[in-house]
């Protein structure tokens, strides 16, 4: 079975300032695995996905991961904080070969962007 | 294109009635699933469903169950509600929902339905 940790329930960046939150996976075989932001009273958007092409991936936003297999680790990261960024982020895993509708999420980060 | 959407919105239910959530994916699209999210155990998975099949389904009890019609709505109903039952419960859709065709298949979540157990 796969599993997802996200390290810090609650990161806090001032605007224009470096965003990372961690997400470390387990699995006993690469994943699929995703990033998901979720504003309040809102469904979950996808950033990003990783899928065993690119381990560096791109995504909306700004947004970018690295799939790191040595850390098993797929952490998120952008550049410079915008306000708009502030909300909770999921990091999720899905196995290969099976549904992608079952998804594993991490508890979530909430990020908070200050001026 | 419509996104995903869920019906009511909010519900107030009192411990041991039951009720019963909508979901319209997104046309066109096949799979659905649905989550539950509560501030204790985050996002878990309930179940899954493919062409009005059950094709996964998590760790919950019996109380909870789903069902998908010919055109791709899918029901969620929840018997006996007990206060732990209170979540914003989460539905999503996709093409197909296989991970072979991850690369080519995103899922759309709706705004999902908050329920209230008191």
């Known amino acids: 079975a796969q599993s997802v940790t996200q390290l810090g329930s609650h990161v806090s960046v001032s605007e224009g300032a470096l965003v990372l939150l961690r997400c470390n996976y387990s699995s006993s075989v690469p994943p699929y695995l995703f990033w998901y932001v979720q504003y309040p009273n809102q469904g979950l958007q996808l950033l990003l996905k990783y899928t065993s092409a690119a381990t560096l991936v791109k995504g909306i936003n700004g947004f970018e991961a690295e799939f790191k297999k040595s850390e098993t680790s797929f952490h998120l990261t952008k550049p410079s904080a915008h306000m708009s960024d502030a909300a909770e982020y999921f990091c999720a895993v899905s196995a290969k070969g099976t549904s992608y509708g079952k998804l594993t999420f991490g508890q979530g980060t909430i990020l908070t962007v200050h001026p | 294109k419509a996104g995903v959407t869920q019906t009511p919105r909010y519900l107030i239910k009192t411990r041991g009635q039951q009720v019963t959530l909508s979901c319209s994916p997104i046309?066109?699209?096949?799979?659905v699933s649905w989550y539950q999210q509560t501030p204790g155990q985050g996002l878990q998975f309930l179940f899954e469903?493919?062409?009005?099949?059950?094709?996964n389904k998590g760790n919950f009890p019996g109380r909870f169950s789903g069902r998908q019609f010919s055109n791709s709505r899918s029901e969620m109903n929840v018997s006996t509600l007990e206060l732990g039952d209170s979540a914003l419960y989460l539905c999503a859709s996709s093409l197909s929902g296989w991970t072979g065709q991850a690369g080519n298949e995103k899922l759309f979540f709706g705004s999902g339905t908050q329920l209230s157990v008191l």
């Open positions: 046309s066109g699209h096949r799979s």
């Open positions: 469903y493919f062409s009005e099949t059950q094709r």
